[in-house]
């Protein structure tokens, strides 16, 4: 088995543009979230969310790659531009043939079966440009990533809804870590906030009409984002070797799935997917100093999550920190792991726990150390990555301070 | 403006070319149009002239629509919009 390290990381988010800017944003206890713009959000019940803005996405693409990019396409390859950047990384010969691209996102191009749509249904045309369906293909990020890096070896996109990153990032460890690849470019992004996309959201009444408390009594549903986190997992002798800055090590991950409820979380489903992590990372649960929890905003998932952690760490949950930063950035579904992942590597590196802010009241049933409304200086080790999506498929990741 | 004018227009853009490096002999190929870029071009001209090409990505050389110079092209498009006029 070998070991496994990030040497790269890249973002954009409602939080900023870089992994700098997410991480100062965080630090401050920021809030992202605002009232969204685009055609016909008037139509539309929940009129807020973590959107990207100041993005100007043709003036970074050629007219070429912009008929090709959905918008979830174009956050991809900016952060991937940013973590390739960092870890200093280059792709070629035998690295190249062996590396590749493993992304998660639960829509893919929503946005461009948005407008599609729009156009043959609404407006009544019978002719859509010809690139509509590698556009909106749900592998076409981990695709444009593999052409712009010259990554050859085993890619693909992994979509488990709110897990998908996660789910994602788990597989490229374990590609890195049993010695199939050298290293591996992973995360996720999406970009689901437009019309359509939020619209089928609202159906399921879950979304909070003015803001993402996690924890918080007075919670009263989820935000979405919209953004992406790109990594480059990579072995740590490989690393080493070459000279690169370490961010973190990846120590372990788990997948469960609950195999009970399509929408509603299991607490067991959680509790083993945690508690599978810290057996894979060979952890002991008080090593554990931060969660960077799922902490959706709903009452189904922050109540459940806080039992499974209360489970899962007995004593040890009082003394743990857990936050979700979902209630800065919002709930970026498929790919919230991959930008909820900065959280961590902040913590491990920096000492600089990311609050859960918007938390006005206590909840008798999520009693733990959410760390709120303004961030916290900790030394802190080990932490955990949370993610359980709908369709009950769960995936944690462990990390360890380097 | 001309259906020839227009056509160089399109042909230029996919190629980002100025119209003028443009000619009536010219082939996609010359031009570094690639097989992208030409159902990228087809789709330009249907949405111009408002006409239905009749072209086939899996046979381009087979289709009922020569594309192998830019003037065949224009041609092709002359044809189309006297037959699906009205």
Same mark, same amino acid.
């Given at each position: 088995?070998?070991?496994?390290?990030?040497?790269?990381?890249?973002?954009?988010?409602?939080?900023?543009?870089?992994?700098?800017?997410?991480?100062?944003?965080?630090?401050?206890?920021?809030? !992202?979230?605002?009232?969204?713009?685009?055609?016909?959000?008037?139509?539309?019940?929940?009129?807020?969310?973590?959107?990207? $803005?100041?993005? =100007?996405?043709?003036? $970074?693409?050629?007219?070429?790659?912009?008929?090709?990019?959905?918008?979830?396409?174009?956050?991809?390859?900016?952060?991937?531009?940013?973590?390739?950047?960092?870890?200093?990384?280059?792709?070629?010969?035998?690295?190249?043939?062996?590396?590749?691209?493993?992304? !998660?996102?639960?829509?893919?191009?929503?946005?461009?079966?948005?407008?599609?749509?729009?156009?043959?249904?609404?407006?009544?045309?019978?002719?859509?440009?010809?690139?509509?369906?590698?556009?909106?293909?749900?592998?076409?990020?981990?695709?444009?990533?593999?052409?712009?890096?010259?990554?050859?070896?085993?890619?693909?996109?992994?979509?488990?809804?709110?897990?998908?990153?996660?789910?994602?990032?788990?597989?490229?460890?374990?590609?890195?870590?049993?010695?199939?690849?050298?290293?591996?470019?992973?995360?996720?992004?999406?970009?689901?906030?437009?019309?359509?996309?939020?619209?089928?959201?609202?159906?399921? $009444?879950?979304?909070?009409?003015?803001?993402?408390?996690?924890?918080?009594?007075?919670?009263?549903?989820?935000?979405?984002?919209?953004?992406?986190?790109?990594?480059?997992?990579?072995?740590?002798?490989?690393?080493?070797?070459?000279?690169?800055?370490?961010?973190?090590?990846?120590?372990?991950?788990?997948?469960?799935?609950?195999?009970?409820?399509?929408?509603?979380?299991?607490?067991?489903?959680?509790?083993?997917?945690?508690?599978?992590?810290?057996?894979?990372?060979?952890?002991?649960?008080? =090593?554990?100093?931060?969660?960077?929890?799922?902490?959706?905003?709903?009452?189904?998932?922050?109540?459940?999550?806080?039992?499974?952690?209360?489970?899962?760490?007995?004593?040890?949950?009082?003394?743990?920190?857990?936050?979700?930063?979902?209630?800065?950035?919002?709930?970026?579904?498929?790919?919230?792991?991959?930008?909820?992942?900065?959280?961590?590597?902040?913590?491990?590196?920096?000492?600089?726990?990311?609050?859960?802010?918007?938390?006005?009241?206590?909840?008798?049933?999520?009693?733990?150390?959410?760390?709120?409304?303004?961030?916290?200086?900790?030394?802190?080790?080990?932490?955990?990555?949370?993610?359980?999506?709908?369709?009950?498929?769960?995936?944690?990741?462990?990390?360890?301070?380097? | 403006?001309?259906?020839?004018?227009?056509?160089?227009?399109?042909?230029?853009?996919?190629?980002?070319?100025?119209?003028?490096?443009?000619?009536?002999?010219?082939?996609?190929?010359?031009?570094?149009?690639?097989?992208?870029?030409?159902?990228?071009?087809?789709?330009?001209?249907?949405?111009?002239?408002?006409?239905?090409?009749?072209?086939?990505?899996?046979?381009?050389?087979?289709?009922?629509?020569?594309?192998?110079?830019?003037?065949?092209?224009?041609?092709?498009?002359?044809?189309?919009?006297? =037959?699906?006029?009205?």
């Amino acid at each position: 088995m070998k070991r496994v390290v990030i040497t790269g990381a890249g973002t954009i988010n409602a939080l900023g543009h870089s992994v700098a800017e997410t991480m100062t944003a965080m630090a401050e206890g920021r809030c !992202g979230i605002g009232p969204l713009v685009f055609r016909d959000v008037e139509r539309l019940s929940i009129q807020i969310g973590g959107q990207v $803005r100041g993005f =100007e996405a043709d003036g $970074r693409y050629n007219r070429q790659q912009m008929s090709l990019y959905d918008r979830f396409t174009q956050f991809t390859l900016a952060a991937a531009a940013e973590a390739i950047a960092q870890s200093g990384i280059t792709f070629s010969g035998e690295l190249a043939a062996k590396s590749g691209v493993v992304l !998660g996102t639960a829509g893919g191009g929503v946005s461009t079966w948005d407008d599609n749509y729009r156009s043959v249904y609404e407006d009544g045309k019978n002719r859509v440009h010809p690139f509509v369906v590698p556009k909106l293909m749900n592998n076409a990020a981990a695709s444009h990533v593999s052409m712009e890096y010259n990554l050859k070896g085993p890619s693909f996109t992994v979509s488990t809804a709110c897990a998908s990153s996660n789910h994602a990032m788990a597989q490229a460890f374990q590609m890195v870590r049993t010695g199939m690849a050298p290293a591996m470019v992973t995360g996720g992004s999406e970009s689901m906030l437009c019309f359509g996309g939020v619209k089928a959201w609202e159906g399921l $009444r879950v979304m909070s009409k003015d803001a993402c408390r996690p924890f918080s009594a007075n919670r009263n549903g989820m935000v979405q984002g919209e953004g992406a986190g790109i990594f480059v997992f990579e072995e740590y002798e490989h690393a080493r070797a070459r000279g690169a800055e370490i961010l973190c090590e990846v120590a372990g991950f788990a997948m469960s799935s609950d195999a009970t409820d399509i929408v509603m979380p299991s607490k067991n489903g959680a509790a083993r997917a945690i508690a599978g992590a810290l057996s894979d990372a060979r952890l002991n649960p008080e =090593e554990v100093g931060y969660i960077n929890a799922h902490g959706t905003g709903t009452a189904a998932n922050d109540k459940t999550e806080c039992a499974a952690v209360a489970d899962v760490f007995g004593p040890h949950a009082d003394k743990l920190m857990i936050s979700s930063t979902k209630s800065m950035h919002g709930h970026l579904i498929g790919g919230t792991g991959a930008v909820e992942l900065l959280a961590c590597i902040m913590a491990l590196r920096d000492g600089v726990i990311a609050p859960t802010i918007g938390y006005e009241e206590a909840d008798p049933d999520c009693a733990l150390d959410v760390v709120p409304n303004e961030a916290r200086d900790a030394k802190v080790n080990v932490a955990l990555s949370n993610a359980f999506a709908f369709g009950g498929m769960n995936a944690v990741l462990a990390l360890r301070k380097v | 403006m001309s259906v020839t004018d227009k056509i160089f227009e399109i042909i230029a853009e996919q190629a980002v070319l100025e119209t003028s490096d443009v000619t009536l002999e010219s082939t996609l190929e010359d031009l570094g149009i690639d097989s992208l870029g030409l159902v990228e071009s087809i789709f330009a001209i249907e949405e111009e002239f408002d006409i239905t090409v009749p072209f086939n990505a899996n046979e381009p050389t087979n289709s009922d629509f020569d594309i192998s110079s830019v003037s065949k092209i224009i041609e092709g498009v002359e044809r189309l919009l006297k =037959e699906q006029a009205g």
